[in-house]
Nanobody, 129 residues
């Protein structure tokens, strides 16, 4: 029922920008916090950002704070992630997800792996010169 579909990934040079989108269906999008999580080659899942249901609050991992911006358009059931000033270490599969984090003290933490919550198929971001 729940479907999350990411798009917008691609190959960019260091310092470049990219905008990822996630279209959601099968649930009341406006009632849920949404998240972006990434997985770099050979590494585990890393929480990137969370936005509250109405879009009023946003949270970012220290590694992306100041460079990435999460947003949402509840009327369009769409989540976004604007990636600016990209670095090679940002190379990863980026996943849109729901019900995968707990948040406290200005940061959010993954509950575990993809067996928790709902995940999209991912979109690949490659930052390379």
């Amino acid at each position: 029922e729940v479907q999350l579909v990411e798009s917008g990934g691609g190959l960019v040079q260091p310092g470049g920008s990219l905008r990822l989108s996630c279209t959601a269906s099968g649930f009341t999008f406006s009632s849920y916090h949404m998240n972006w999580v990434r997985q770099a080659p050979g590494k585990g899942l890393e929480w990137v950002s969370t936005i509250t249901s109405g879009g009023g609050s946003t949270y970012y991992a220290d590694s992306v704070k100041g460079r990435f911006t999460i947003s949402r358009d509840n009327a369009k059931n769409t989540l976004y992630l604007q990636l600016n000033s990209l670095k090679t270490e940002d190379t990863a599969m980026y996943y849109c997800s729901k019900d995968v984090t707990y948040c406290s003290g200005g940061y959010c933490y993954l509950l575990g792996g993809r067996e928790y919550g709902y995940w999209g198929q991912g979109t690949q971001v490659t930052v390379s010169s």
